[in-house]
T-cell receptor
Framework: DAGVIQSPRHEVTEMGQEVTLRCKPI?????LFWYRQTMMRGLELLIY????????DSGMPEDRFSAKMPNASFSTLKIQPSEPRDSAVYFC?????????????FGPGTRLTVL | QQQVKQSPQSLIVQKGGIPIINCAYE??????FPWYQQFPGKGPALLIA?????SEKKEGRFTISFNKSAKQFSLHIMDSQPGDSATYFC????????????FGTGTRLTIIP
């Protein structure tokens, strides 16, 4: 199993540009989470999906952030327009809702730098 | 009430020592308490987890101690090795009905040879 796949691994962009982060969860997992990690705020849950449906987006910082999960094998997190304070490592994690326990499997992350 | 408080923020221990990381929670509905380990440049990975029906769980050199009445749990690493140097996060959630994990702020552990 390839694990959770995220792309790109690194992204450097200029303020005001649109950024799209991509995630492929582990096959068979039906719960997907987007996290942001910074030194100041630690690991924050942004949004999570069950069976491709957004369940809780209360962690999404503002309207500039949006996330979609068009099918069970793909999700995107979009920031438009990006700002320097969005610089962070963004993680995607997936989990099996039934029979898989509570373990969330994290991807390697995307390091985003907004200049 | 959703917070999980973790301490210390950083910890330096000699090889062979027993680092201890502590967490406290407020939400009495929490019933699943995992510890995640994160190496630089990697995502967090589940290390060990406990449910509140037991007071201790061991997996290899890693032990979770759980005190339900105090709403506290801790991670102990026996015979610590330089390869254990990483950031450790405690977390908590309700095992059923709410998939959100509430994470502690992390402890950066360094094991000196």
């Amino acid at each position: 199993d390839a694990g959770v796949i995220q792309s790109p691994r690194h992204e450097v962009t200029e303020m005001g540009q649109e950024v799209t982060l991509r995630c492929k969860p582990i096959s068979g997992h039906n719960s997907l989470f987007w996290y942001r990690q910074t030194m100041m705020r630690g690991l924050e849950l942004l949004i999570y999906f069950n069976n491709n449906v957004p369940i809780d987006d209360s962690g999404m910082p503002e309207d500039r952030f949006s996330a979609k999960m068009p099918n069970a094998s793909f999700s995107t997190l979009k920031i438009q327009p990006s700002e320097p304070r969005d610089s962070a490592v963004y993680f995607c994690a997936s989990r099996a809702l039934a029979g898989g326990g509570n373990e969330q499997f994290f991807g390697p992350g995307t390091r985003l730098t907004v200049l | 009430q959703q917070q999980v408080k973790q301490s210390p923020q950083s910890l330096i221990v000699q090889k062979g020592g027993i680092p201890i990381i502590n967490c406290a929670y407020e939400n009495t509905a929490f019933d699943y308490f995992p510890w995640y380990q994160q190496f630089p440049g990697k995502g967090p990975a589940l290390l060990i987890a406990i449910r509140p029906d037991v007071s201790e769980k061991k997996e290899g050199r890693f032990t979770i101690s759980f005190n339900k009445s105090a709403k506290q749990f801790s991670l102990h690493i026996m015979d610590s090795q330089p390869g254990d140097s990483a950031t450790y996060f405690c977390a908590a959630n309700q095992a059923f009905g709410n998939e959100k994990l509430t994470f502690g702020t992390g402890t950066r552990l360094t094991i000196i040879p």
